[in-house]
């Protein structure tokens, strides 16, 4: 399945890999068909970004706050560990201070 469009009375959906119709309700509500929730893995709090293209309207999904942690979310794209303790601590300083000297400059004026 590629991209493709299709059109009922005055609702256009057009969406990657699914081509699906809903009526717009009363409000102006559409539903996004479980399955493209459920690939996009969108949840409810999500936030529904609206942006109108040319004849159609494009919807970015942003997802809520949450106070989850985040370890280990980043390790599919790396292959350094390090193990909390003195070492994690030593590397933590070091990037703040490699950040701070891209940023900013070195704090004695030479770069």
């Known amino acids: 399945m590629g991209m493709s469009m299709i059109c009922y009375d005055k ?4 969406i990657r890999s699914y081509t699906l119709a809903n009526k717009v309700g009363e409000k102006g509500q559409v539903v996004i068909d479980k399955a ?3 690939r996009l893995g ?5 936030l529904a970004i609206q942006r109108l293209v040319d004849n159609h309207v494009e919807i970015y999904f942003v ?4 106070n ?3 370890a280990g979310s980043l390790a599919p ?8 303790g003195p070492e994690w601590n030593k590397a933590k300083e070091k990037a703040w201070d490699l950040e701070v000297q891209e940023r ?4 004695d004026g030479t770069d």
């Open 42 to 46: 969108i949840g409810p709090g999500w």
């Open 63 to 66: 997802t809520p706050e949450h």
């Open 104 to 107: 900013y400059g070195s704090p």
């Open 77 to 84: 794209y790396t292959d350094v560990h390090i193990p909390l």
């Open 68 to 70: 989850r942690s985040l």
């Open 11 to 14: 609702v256009i959906l057009i």
């Open 36 to 38: 493209i929730r459920d």
